[in-house]
């Protein structure tokens, strides 16, 4: 499996902040986080449930639902989904740097009560760069991303 790299920091206006940030990759999404929100809970099972038997093409698909990619939302997904209950992706504290499966990663970011959250797409040909920009109130968080 080709690896990518994400390097994450935080910032309070311009001063660097330790942030607590939640990375849910392919890996952890195939587990049964159909939401992706770092969290396999009983919302990632209704989604499953709102799929169910669903392909491609059919009003109720989710491609996030088919977690073992078959084309088919099945008893299996459901099952994955089930026997994870519980999981959170793994948790980071910024600044951090780490090496993720290609593909779409979804980071959360959390500092003091705000959250952020950031999609990518991660190659081996590149590094990311996120970083996670809070204010003192809670207005104008937003996140960067820096292609290297």
Same mark, same amino acid.
């Given at each position: 499996?080709?690896?990518?790299?994400?390097? #994450?920091?935080? +910032?309070?206006?311009?001063?660097?902040?330790?942030?607590?940030?939640?990375?849910?990759?392919?890996?952890?999404?195939?587990?049964?986080?159909?939401?992706?929100?770092?969290? /396999?809970?009983?919302?990632?099972?209704? *989604?499953? +449930?709102?799929?169910?038997?669903?392909?491609?093409?059919?009003?109720?698909?989710?491609?996030?639902?088919? @977690?073992?990619?078959?084309?088919? &939302?099945?008893? +299996?997904?459901?099952?994955? #989904?089930?026997?994870?209950?519980? @999981?959170?992706?793994?948790?980071?504290?910024?600044?951090?740097?780490?090496?993720?499966?290609?593909? +779409? &990663?979804?980071?959360?970011?959390?500092?003091?009560?705000?959250?952020?959250?950031?999609? *990518?797409?991660?190659?081996?040909?590149?590094?990311?760069?996120?970083?996670?920009?809070?204010?003192? @109130?809670?207005?104008?968080?937003?996140?960067?991303? /820096?292609?290297?």
């Amino acid at each position: 499996m080709e690896m990518g790299t994400i390097n #994450c920091k935080a +910032r309070l206006y311009i001063f660097p902040v330790k942030a607590i940030v939640k990375v849910a990759d392919e890996e952890f999404h195939r587990k049964g986080d159909v939401n992706w929100d770092g969290v /396999i809970d009983e919302e990632d099972l209704n *989604l499953l +449930r709102e799929a169910y038997g669903s392909r491609p093409g059919d009003p109720n698909w989710n491609p996030d639902a088919d @977690l073992d990619g078959d084309g088919y &939302v099945d008893v +299996r997904d459901i099952v994955t #989904c089930a026997q994870n209950q519980g @999981l959170v992706a793994p948790e980071y504290v910024t600044p951090f740097t780490i090496e993720v499966p290609e593909g +779409r &990663v979804v980071l959360i970011s959390t500092y003091r009560g705000q959250q952020i959250r950031e999609e *990518l797409t991660v190659t081996e040909a590149n590094t990311k760069t996120v970083v996670f920009i809070y204010s003192l @109130l809670g207005y104008l968080t937003r996140s960067k991303v /820096i292609e290297s």
